[in-house]
């Protein structure tokens, strides 16, 4: 017999076979788990106390508190953008043969946009800002999505080399802010761990979740509106982002001091 949950999902994706979505309710089940053991087994350093530029302690409670507004607010910005890139993943292809065009010529020229931009972004982010990469990031993804509209085959190809770009900012602009973030901040090492081992359970999450909402926004807006669901998500992350203080490479201070 179907329970609540399994009625609810095959009412909204009627067309999903039965595997699928025993599957997507095994792998939701096995991220809570994983959760509520990431909960129940923080490593007891997180209880310490840290200090910052020598300045006299903080209360633990003081410290904890600024730390969970801290990583919530850099969770909440990284799961929205992981959102956003996921629900684009999942129907890229299908978007693409509705176009007719060459598929495997656009996601190699994304490939290789990517393998080309890997070297340079990682330092051109630390001088640049990791804030403004952020941003720039979030600019560029909304560029793309909107691109995706176009059925020129140029213009697509100049999506999939922004998108080379962008995919390199994603993975060293938003988690290096965090890290250094984190430090300036004045927070133990340690808890470092706890803050990585939730974006990885997030980034789990939002790909189960973006499989459901992007099956959903296709079939009220057709195979682009996954696209345009991205671009709503990535204009309140970016929304979000402003916010944020800004943070360089350390590399950029320590040529700035020998100079």
């Given amino acids: 017999m179907a329970n609540p949950i399994q009625l609810f999902l095959r ?9 699928a979505m025993d599957l997507l309710i095994g792998m939701a089940g096995a991220l809570i788990v994983t959760y509520i053991f990431s909960i129940f087994f923080t490593p007891d350093d997180e209880v310490a ?14 410290l ?5 507004i801290f990583r919530r607010k850099y969770l909440i910005v990284y799961l929205i953008i992981m959102l956003a890139d996921w629900m684009q993943g999942t129907h890229m292809y299908t978007l693409y043969l509705s176009y007719n065009v060459n598929i495997s010529a656009l996601f190699l020229t994304g490939f290789l946009s990517g393998a080309i931009f890997a070297p340079f972004l990682g330092s051109a982010v630390d001088k640049f800002g990791r ?3 952020c941003i720039v990031y ?4 909304i560029i793309i999505n909107i691109l995706e ?18 995919t390199n900012l994603l993975f060293s602009a938003f988690e290096s802010w965090m890290t250094t973030q984190h430090r300036q901040n004045g927070f133990p090492e340690s808890w470092l761990q706890r803050t990585y081992a939730e974006t990885s359970i997030g980034n789990g999450a ?3 979740l973006a499989g ?11 195979q682009i509106g996954p696209f345009q669901g991205a671009v709503a998500l990535t204009v309140l992350a970016l929304i979000l982002i402003l916010g944020w203080e800004e943070n360089y490479g350390e590399a950029t201070k320590g040529e700035s001091s020998s100079l």
């Fill in 11 to 19: 009412s909204s994706l009627p067309d999903w076979p039965e595997w």
């Fill in 49 to 62: 106390s840290g200090t910052k530029d020598g300045k006299k302690e903080e209360t633990d409670g003081e």
């Fill in 64 to 68: 904890h508190k600024k730390f969970h």
């Fill in 131 to 133: 804030k403004k990469s």
């Fill in 138 to 141: 979030c600019i560029l993804e």
């Fill in 149 to 166: 509209h176009v059925h020129d085959f140029r213009i697509l190809l100049l999506g999939r080399v922004l998108g080379g770009i962008s």
């Fill in 206 to 208: 939002m790909a189960v």
């Fill in 212 to 222: 459901i909402v992007a099956q959903l926004l296709e079939d009220k807006l057709g």
